[in-house]
């Protein structure tokens, strides 16, 4: 019923910069906090940025200053810009929405499929 649909990962050189998009789409009452998550070989999910429906944001210390994350709420979407990519942000990305749907009387924590971000030295 509510769907997370990611794009913009890639390959990328050390220095350069990438843009994520997240689409959530479905019987889509409210949307709460949303925000990326990331994954690389070998370790623990771990939280990137978030950013809650009134604009605030959170960082992870490792991309503060770095990468930006900002939504638009009238599309439901939330991005990820990268900038000043390094190969220690190589991992899957994954995108996270907090939800309410027409059918649900409180909030679920809902992610994307991931997309690959891969960082060449």
């Known amino acids: 019923q509510v769907q997370l649909v990611e794009s913009g990962g890639g390959l990328v050189q050390a220095g350069g910069s990438l843009r994520l998009s997240c689409a959530a789409s479905g019987r889509i009452f409210s949307i709460n906090t949303m925000g990326w998550y990331r994954q690389a070989p070998g370790k623990q999910r771990e939280l990137v940025a978030t950013?809650?429906?009134?604009?605030?944001?959170n960082y992870a210390d490792s991309v503060s200053g770095r990468f930006t994350v900002y939504r638009d709420n009238a599309n439901n979407t939330v991005y990820l810009q990268m900038n000043s990519l390094t190969p220690e942000d190589t991992a899957v990305y994954y995108c996270?929405?907090?939800?309410?749907?027409?059918?649900?009387?409180?909030?679920?924590?809902?992610w994307g499929q991931g997309t690959q971000v891969t960082v060449s030295s």
């Open positions: 950013v809650t429906i009134s604009g605030s944001t």
């Open positions: 996270y929405a907090q939800i309410m749907t027409y059918y649900s009387g409180n909030y679920r924590n809902y």
